[in-house]
């Protein structure tokens, strides 16, 4: 499923060449190139509303770029100098972003994904601009350990990024991933999450075509996001794809059924390590 990592970055192509770009993805062309969906996709065979909301897909991918890029700007000029990327798929974030000297960023991935962005990188002669480290790895194996090995420091401040990834994990997937993250966050570090939106999954998989990303969602948003990661040690805030997307020059007007994006949007900064959490509130 890491395929649709390349469909990602097919997107982030098109945008790059907007002239109001809210960014420039250097090297998502060339990933969409060597994935075989450039210079276009191959479309499902569905019908007008289908093709809508692949659209909406699309857009919710170009905001949530623009806002995890912000949440990392600011992290940074906080002082964190950790960054780790979990299911990393073709992000270029190590390569397209300024960092500040001394940032480590770590993606973690399985090792196909892994291999395949190795060699167009290669191909592209790419240099990050930061210490770039890959770490080959499972999400459902001891990944903790597989990220101190490649030398992740518990005890410093980290900014984790999950994108585009807790929509395709079950509730207690979901659960287990946070609980592991808050274990090696140290106070000052900061979490940026993107969940599906309430009701998505009745809204775009109910008709899905079979084996499109989403006929694979099985997660939302909790009714309580703000409570449900105080849980989990964190402070939140809980923003919508519509509000985002209007901060940013993009204002989108009432959707029709299915037509708006899986869009919720989280930032969350950790102010000390939780001895214990609560029950996740209203998660579905």
């Given at each position: ?57 699309a ?12 949440l ?71 990944w ?71 006929s ?5 948003m ?63």
């Amino acid at each position: 499923m890491w395929a649709t990592a390349v469909g990602v970055a097919r997107v982030r192509a098109l945008e790059t060449e907007r002239v109001n770009a809210l960014f420039r993805d250097p090297l998502a062309r060339a990933f969409a190139v060597a994935g075989g969906l450039w210079p276009s996709s191959p479309a499902p065979a569905d019908d007008e509303a289908g093709r809508r909301r692949r659209t909406a897909v699309a857009f919710s991918i170009v905001i949530r770029t623009k806002f995890l890029d912000d949440l990392l700007r600011q992290a940074s000029a906080s002082g964190v100098r950790q960054v780790v990327l979990l299911g990393a798929g073709m992000d270029s974030r190590a390569f397209r972003m300024d960092w500040p000297e001394g940032t480590r960023l770590f993606e973690i991935d399985t090792a196909a994904p892994l291999d395949f962005k190795a060699s167009v990188l290669r191909q592209e002669r790419a240099v990050a601009r930061c210490e770039r480290i890959t770490v080959a790895t499972d999400l459902r194996a001891d990944w903790p350990a597989a990220l101190a090995a490649a030398g992740h420091d518990p005890a410093a401040p980290t900014a984790w990024i999950a994108e585009g990834l807790l929509i395709y994990l079950p509730e207690d997937a979901v659960e287990a991933l946070l609980t592991r993250i808050g274990a090696r966050s140290a106070a000052g570090s900061r979490m940026g999450l993107t969940l599906g939106s309430r009701g998505v999954i009745e809204r775009f998989g109910a008709d899905a075509v079979p084996g499109s990303a989403a006929s694979l969602w099985v997660s939302e948003m909790p009714e309580d996001p703000v409570g449900w990661l105080a849980g989990h040690g964190w402070e939140a805030e809980s923003h919508t794809l519509r509000e985002r997307a209007a901060a940013y020059g993009r204002p989108i007007g009432t959707p029709a059924r299915g037509e708006e994006g899986p869009g919720g949007l989280i930032s969350a900064v950790r102010k000390q390590r939780a001895t214990s959490r609560r029950p996740s509130p209203g998660h579905p």
